[in-house]
Each structure stands twice: as structure tokens, then as C-alpha cells.
Nanobody, 124 residues
């Protein structure tokens, strides 16, 4: 199956920035629509951002709009999430996934091939 690997998480102070990455070695990776989700302790996994295969169409959760930017480099088969003006409530494990169904960009059931996640911790 498709394998995704997240990286770049870490500890950052509130107001700081961090970039997480999602990489794959799949030959057809450049054709995938991709999403970022996050899950905080005791909470359900929630939608964060979406980017289509060409990097032209994006969508963001209201909670991160204006602070986070999703992008991709198809030559490197990597999707990025640049996070700025970070808040303690952004603390979570961040996951990437492939959009595998013709659902809306925000529906978690429309995604599959989840990565293992990378921890992002924002201190006060």
C-alpha cells in the first residue's frame, strides 16, 4: 500500500513557527490529493489543510486559516505544512493522508493511507 512518513515536529514556543513534512516514495505520488489532520490527547482527529495534486487548490480549517500554509513539491514527492503564529491549542500529533474518495476536502472518511504522525508541541 501507499506509505507516508511525517517528519519535522518538535517543541516551539507560542508565536513561533514550524514546518512539518510528509514524504512518500510512491511512483504516482504527484497525482494524489493530500490532506493534513491533527489529533490532540483526548480529542478526535480533525481536519487541518488540503492540497490538490497540482498544488493549485487548497483548503484550511477555520482554526488555522491565515496562520498555516500547505504546499507541495512533486519532484520530491513531499507535502509540507508551514505553521506560523503557533498557539498552545495547536499542540497535537500531525498526520498526512491521501484523499481516496470523492468527498469534500474536509471529510476524514474521504482519506486513507495515513502516516504515523509527527508530534508538535507548542508551549505557552
Amino acid at each position: 500500500q501507499v506509505q507516508l512518513v511525517e517528519s519535522g515536529g518538535g517543541l516551539v514556543q507560542a508565536g513561533g513557527s514550524l514546518r512539518v513534512s510528509c514524504a512518500t516514495s510512491e511512483r504516482t505520488a504527484s497525482t494524489y490529493n493530500m490532506g493534513w489532520f491533527r489529533q490532540a490527547p483526548g480529542k478526535e482527529r480533525e481536519f487541518v489543510a488540503y492540497i490538490n495534486w497540482a498544488g493549485v487548490i487548497t483548503d484550511y480549517a477555520d482554526s488555522v486559516k491565515g496562520r498555516f500554509t500547505i504546499s507541495r513539491d512533486n519532484a520530491k514527492k513531499t507535502v509540507y505544512l508551514q505553521m506560523s503564529s503557533l498557539k498552545p491549542e495547536d499542540t497535537a500529533v500531525y498526520y498526512c493522508a491521501v484523499k481516496i474518495r470523492p468527498s469534500t476536502t474536509r471529510e476524514i472518511q474521504g482519506y486513507g493511507y495515513w502516516g504515523q504522525g509527527t508530534q508538535v508541541t507548542v508551549s505557552s
